[in-house]
């Protein structure tokens, strides 16, 4: 069974830092490119950082390029998001989402979503 499981979301005031990881289990994660994105009420989901397989390279958008950074621990099948300098426009429902082929088949799965309110 796939699952991604987010977690470490929560209120921070604004310039404040939070770490976010996604668990992975029930496809071969070190052979899977991740990414993190975000939904804010009434906004379309934004994808906010890339993390390829297997090279690692990395790609952020400018909204948040020098303040967010993906990583990823292949050992641990989990995909980290650590988000620096945050702002009140950061306050979204950040979703962690897995893709890749498995047997000639695309993939593509989403993790449930973590809150997180920057906020004074």
């Known amino acids: 069974q796939v699952q991604l499981v987010e977690s470490g979301g929560g209120l921070v005031q604004p310039g404040g830092s939070l770490r976010l990881s996604c668990v992975a289990s029930?496809?071969?994660?070190?052979?899977?490119?991740m990414r993190w994105y975000r939904q804010a009420p009434g906004k379309e989901r934004e994808l906010v950082a890339i993390i390829s397989s297997p090279g690692g390279n990395t790609n952020y958008p400018d909204s948040v390029k020098g303040r967010f950074t993906i990583s990823r621990d292949n050992a641990k099948n989990t995909v980290y998001l650590q988000m620096n300098s945050l702002k009140p426009e950061d306050t979204a429902v950040y979703f962690c989402?897995?893709?890749?082929?498995?047997?000639?088949?695309?993939?593509?799965?989403w993790g449930q979503g973590t809150q997180v309110t920057v906020s004074s």
């Open positions: 989402n897995a893709r890749g082929v498995l047997l000639s088949k695309v993939y593509d799965y």
């Open positions: 029930g496809f071969p994660f070190s052979n899977a490119g």
